[in-house]
């Protein structure tokens, strides 16, 4: 994994906006690293006759800047039109995003938070093409401390926070809330509860709760939209409706609709909570009053989160679907514009699930056909992640795997890793994982990545299975992929491990990314067997090809080992050009955080050591013990290579509690890979000089990996038990590792311990 981002058109995502906005076209100043719907980010405006919600407006401007605004009721109370209304009045010191279920990958949710930073002038707009890349819930202290000094208290709104499930997400959200500066504020809108410690943040003082009842309209509120409506009601009347529907916004909206009809108020109206008036409602006052034809189109096309007359057209077979939306648009059937064009549209999420439960019903034998023409339309049309959301809910699964290996590079590569994760993950839930050996590899190789090597064993045990002559869908053969996997993992020992890259090589299509990859895993056999001089060559060729195919982790990752061969002929001068190449490289390409960068920062704090820079190599081990959490057995060659390097760094140091720690790290590994070549000996004689380094500063480098993993959380919002379930531990072992933790840095508090680590070098990211 870890070729370049490839740039493509955006894809439109659900949009949970209100019943009634309008988006304004949308231009962002600054650009992002994947595909993110800009509209997400637009404050909707407010289409004229939506009536002003005085009284919840009028209770948050008394409440002050409190940090947060909770807006938690049903459907159909007017939270997102209540949270565009407070949004409207802040004005340039607001900023928007509208949640959808893309949100639940901790790289999207960051990457939103950036960009509504931006919005409002408190980072700079570099900020978006890296918070992502970070790790999730420990990405936002770094995100907050980004935030300019003197840079204005604004507001974050979030709308339809609901759909936002992923607990690291949540974890993401709260972490973010309780790290706000005094004046700063967060409005969110919710069906559920706040993903949030409201508990506390009551007691603190610190949060507004809006709840349904606020939300209810009052009298002159009901009079106001009844009046907007055209609809001249006595004051009998506006009592009697706004009576009937408990002030529930929604039902007092669709009964005006009815009422302008020329209807009577209906003595049915029923009490606002209950799902069953919504769909009572909704029924009486839209579907009632359509056509067949205007409900089979209605009922059709609820499936698709966004509309537009070609999708439509394609999706249930018809002409003349744009018309038929602006039509049912002006009919105020919430039927909502998504643009000033009327090219986009969605229905009222009220709206959808009455007409999806209704398709359900009355044609439920057609809804896998209806997703799959419109996963055909979004893959025509370039929008493969919508594609293959449609290919899922159609189970085709051939169609899936295609678009998710088409795909899954450049959004790796954008730091979309639970994104990925959830496409590969969809084939072992659906069961179908044996029947795509394609999927299985990568997955086994992504696993491998995200350092679950008991899955990713399992992974390429199931790839294993597929004939060898098998093509894949680039023309590559199965024979080959396999190869691909098998040099990666290095299961097998050395000349295994340069036997499969040359198989490797030669089975995989010419066009294939990995052939870069087959080149580099040749050239390290060679430095395995301890054969610097027929690496060289292999090396610089494989630093072009990965170039050349866009792959920048590993071209960075080759030149670091091209170091190791610069070095084994003591020339310092061709180590530091190929350190000062990669460094570059990684900092231009957002690749601090990938684990393949460990190498690079290893080989710059060893140069540091060479040249007598003691500051620069202590902060680059730093930065190379940041990463060694990542560094495991599933893949193993480059892991055990940083942490020889970084332990040969700290004996440089006289630092013996670093090198200890590490090299004990390298040495587990190696016990999990008996056949890794000279690295079995480099580790012994190391541990031999790590014997006679009768020195030590202590600190960050003598944590273990499993400390290292468990610090960035000590900055973090959770207490013990909850980063224990962060990272499948007991409390117990958490606490244990804590103290190890305080111990070793000479702390006594959490705080002191993460002051403690950065005064030592440790970047905590």
Not at 31 to 37: E, R, T, V
Not at 279 to 307: G, H, N
Not at 327 to 341: F, Y
Not at 424 to 451: K, N, R, S
Request: charged letters at 25%; glycine letters at 8%.
């Amino acid at each position: 994994m870890g070729t370049s981002a490839q740039a493509s058109t955006p894809a439109p995502r659900r949009s949970a906006t209100s019943p009634w906005p309008l988006d304004a076209p949308v231009e962002l100043p600054f650009d992002l690293p994947f595909d993110l719907s800009p509209a997400k980010l637009q404050r909707p405006t407010i289409r004229p006759g939506i009536v002003r919600r005085t009284g919840a407006l009028a209770r948050i401007s008394a409440a002050g800047r409190v940090s947060v605004i909770s807006i938690v009721a049903p459907a159909g109370y007017g939270k997102s039109t209540l949270l565009t209304q407070w949004a409207g009045l802040v004005g340039a010191g607001a900023a928007w995003i509208s949640c959808d279920s893309g949100d639940n990958d901790p790289a999207v949710l960051l990457t939103c938070l950036a960009a509504a930073l931006v919005h409002v002038g408190a980072v700079d707009p570099a900020v978006t093409r890296t918070a992502g890349q970070a790790a999730g819930l420990t990405a936002v202290p770094a995100l907050m401390e980004a935030i300019r000094p003197d840079a204005q208290p604004a507001v974050i709104a979030f709308d339809h926070l609901e759909e936002i499930t992923n607990l690291e997400c949540h974890d993401v959200l709260t972490e973010f809330v309780l790290r706000l500066a005094p004046g700063w504020q967060v409005a969110m809108a919710s069906r559920h509860p706040l993903p949030l410690p409201v508990a506390r943040l009551r007691t603190q003082g610190r949060v507004l709760e809006i709840g349904a009842r606020d939300l209810a309209m009052t009298a002159e509120e009901t009079a106001s939209m009844l009046a907007d409506a055209g609809i001249p009601a006595a004051e009998a009347t506006v009592e009697q409706l706004a009576g009937r529907t408990e002030g529930w916004p929604v039902g007092v909206y669709l009964t005006s609709l009815g009422l302008r009809r020329g209807t009577h108020l209906p003595v049915d109206v029923g009490a606002a909570p209950a799902e069953r008036s919504v769909t009572d409602y909704l029924r009486a006052e839209i579907l009632d009053q359509t056509t067949d034809d205007e409900m089979t189109f209605l009922t059709r096309t609820s499936l698709l989160p966004r509309l537009c007359g070609a999708l439509c057209d394609e999706t249930v077979e018809r002409r003349g679907s744009a018309e038929l939306l602006e039509r049912l648009e002006r009919r105020n059937l919430l039927v909502v514009p998504l643009d000033r064009h009327r090219t986009w549209y969605r229905y009222h999420h009220l709206l959808q699930e009455l007409l999806e439960e209704e398709l359900r019903r009355r044609e439920p034998e057609i809804v896998p056909r209806l997703h799959a023409r419109a996963a055909a339309w979004f893959e025509a049309n370039g929008l493969a992640d919508e594609a293959i959301e449609h290919a899922q809910a159609a189970g085709d699964t051939g169609r899936v795997a295609r678009l998710v290996l088409d795909r899954m590079q450049s959004v790796w590569a954008s730091g979309r890793v639970d994104t990925v994760l959830r496409w590969v993950t969809w084939f072992e839930d659906e069961e179908v994982l044996d029947c795509h050996p394609q999927i299985a590899l990568h997955g086994a190789l992504i696993l491998a990545l995200l350092g679950r090597a008991e899955d990713a064993e399992r992974w390429a045990a199931i790839a294993e299975h597929a004939a060898p002559e098998a093509l894949a869908s680039d023309g590559s053969t199965m024979l080959g992929l396999h190869a691909y996997l098998r040099a990666i993992l290095a299961r097998d020992g050395v000349e295994a491990m340069r036997r499969d890259a040359r198989v490797g090589f030669a089975e995989l299509a010419p066009t294939s990314p990995y052939r870069a990859t087959m080149l580099y895993t040749e050239g390290l056999a060679d430095l395995l067997d301890g054969h610097p001089e027929r690496a060289d060559p292999i090396l610089a060729h494989a630093v072009d090809v990965a170039v050349r195919a866009g792959a920048l982790p590993l071209a960075v990752l080759v030149l670091a080992e091209q170091c190791i061969v610069a070095a084994a002929s003591d020339d310092w001068t061709r180590v530091a050009g190929y350190v000062d190449r990669a460094v570059s490289m990684v900092v231009a390409g957002g690749f601090e955080d990938y684990w393949t960068t460990a190498l690079v920062d290893a080989w710059a704090a060893r140069l540091a050591v060479h040249q007598g820079d003691v500051d620069e190599a202590r902060r680059y081990a730093g930065q190379t013990a940041r990463l060694r959490p990542l560094l495991v057995y599933s893949i193993p060659v480059v892991p055990v290579q940083v942490l020889l390097e970084l332990t040969r760094v700290y004996i440089g140091l006289g630092d013996a509690g670093g090198a200890d720690a590490t090299l004990r790290q390298a040495e587990d590994i190696l016990g999990k890979r008996s056949q890794l070549g000279v690295l079995h000996d480099q580790a012994r004689a190391l541990r031999e000089e790590v014997e006679r380094v009768v020195t030590g500063r202590g600190g960050t480098s003598s944590l273990t990996a499993a400390e290292l993993r468990l610090l960035p959380l000590l900055r973090t919002h959770l207490s013990l038990a909850q980063i224990g379930d962060r990272l499948h531990l007991s409390r117990s072992t958490v606490k244990t590792q804590t103290n190890s933790i305080y111990r070793k840095l000479g702390a006594s508090s959490r705080g002191e311990a993460v002051s403690r680590s950065r005064e030592l070098g440790l970047d905590l990211r």
